[in-house]
């Protein structure tokens, strides 16, 4: 991490990352706070492309979820330098934090979350989340999440409700302290 920031701060007329969405732009801006190193965002419309990009040497660096990236880790097609959560992560247990290899502060976590419309029944709320919960202890889907590096959190509506209300309000502090705006 420390040799691509070096590199990136030496050349940063070639800094350049790949990104998908506003989740892994904000991630790379963070890592640019964090860092100081430089670059400039090249924009692709899916994760496998983002990580192709950087396999064809298109983009020096894409922050990505797992599952597009962990097959080309472990084929050596690319090179993982840091994984983004406060701890290493099982499928990757060899590859170091962001802190660990150098980049304190810089801890992202992408999650997934099942919405319905805002006047959905009570009712049907609860069993979605009732058989949401009952899948993702499934041992089956469990050890394939793991497998992609997803860690399955099955959570209460109103957990989730908490999660994202707070996720919003620390992003848009972030956001707003980037001087980011998304189009």
């Given at each position: 991490?420390?040799e691509?920031?070096?590199?990136?701060?030496a050349?940063?007329?070639?800094?350049?990352?790949?990104?998908?969405?506003?989740?892994?732009?904000?991630?790379?801006?963070?890592?640019?706070?964090?860092?100081?190193?430089p670059?400039?965002?090249?924009?692709?419309?899916?994760?496998?492309?983002?990580?192709?990009?950087?396999?064809?040497?298109?983009?020096?660096?894409?922050?990505?979820?797992?599952?597009?990236a962990?097959?080309?880790?472990?084929?050596?097609?690319?090179?993982a330098?840091?994984?983004?959560?406060?701890?290493?992560v099982?499928?990757?247990?060899?590859?170091?934090?962001?802190k660990?290899?150098?980049?304190?502060?810089?801890?992202?976590?992408?999650?997934?979350?099942?919405?319905?419309?805002?006047?959905?029944?009570?009712?049907?709320v609860?069993?979605?989340s009732?058989?949401?919960?009952?899948?993702?202890?499934s041992?089956?889907?469990?050890?394939?999440?793991?497998?992609?590096?997803?860690?399955?959190?099955?959570?209460?509506?109103?957990?989730?409700?908490?999660?994202?209300?707070?996720?919003?309000?620390?992003?848009?502090?972030l956001?707003?302290?980037?001087?980011?705006?998304?189009?």
């Amino acid at each position: 991490m420390g040799e691509l920031v070096a590199w990136g701060k030496a050349n940063p007329d070639k800094a350049n990352y790949a990104s998908t969405s506003p989740a892994f732009i904000i991630s790379t801006e963070l890592l640019k706070l964090k860092s100081g190193m430089p670059g400039t965002m090249i924009p692709y419309k899916s994760s496998n492309e983002m990580v192709l990009s950087v396999m064809q040497g298109q983009t020096l660096l894409a922050i990505s979820d797992g599952p597009p990236a962990i097959p080309q880790i472990k084929g050596g097609k690319v090179r993982a330098l840091a994984v983004l959560s406060e701890s290493r992560v099982p499928p990757l247990p060899e590859v170091p934090t962001a802190k660990e290899a150098g980049v304190d502060g810089f801890v992202v976590s992408l999650w997934y979350g099942m919405f319905a419309p805002a006047r959905t029944p009570p009712d049907i709320v609860a069993r979605l989340s009732r058989e949401v919960i009952r899948a993702l202890e499934s041992a089956e889907l469990r050890e394939r999440l793991a497998a992609m590096g997803v860690d399955p959190w099955p959570g209460t509506p109103e957990e989730l409700a908490s999660l994202v209300r707070s996720e919003t309000a620390r992003y848009a502090t972030l956001i707003k302290s980037m001087g980011l705006r998304l189009d």
